[in-house]
């Protein structure tokens, strides 16, 4: 994410199942939207990944099933909440 100075990176077909949020080594945070049933495909889960200080903005988040993360932020420089979705599209 540095490297191409993103501070959310939205990523989709991920690997974990279940909803949760893991912090990285590295200090970004990941947000995530999996499915919830036991032996669940690993094929059907999106993330928000977020820099440390999109962190620090970051009024809430929550998963509107497998297929779609939604995080709110808050800005400085504006009286604004801005919102950053993941999502992955039917085959």
């Known amino acids: 994410m ?7 990176l939205g990523i989709s077909e991920t690997h974990w199942t279940q909803v949760g ?8 945070l990941l947000l995530h939207s999996g499915l919830e049933e036991e032996n669940a495909p ?5 993330e928000l990944m977020l820099s ?5 903005a970051l009024i809430g ?3 509107h099933g497998p297929r779609i993360t939604k995080a709110s932020f808050k800005t400085k420089k504006e009286a604004i909440t801005s919102n950053a979705c993941a999502y992955q599209l039917l085959k």
């Open 21 to 28: 949020q893991q912090r990285l080594a590295s200090g970004e």
């Open 2 to 8: 540095k490297r191409y100075n993103l501070e959310v």
């Open 52 to 56: 440390k200080q999109a962190q620090k």
């Open 42 to 46: 690993h094929t059907q889960g999106v």
């Open 61 to 63: 988040w929550e998963s």
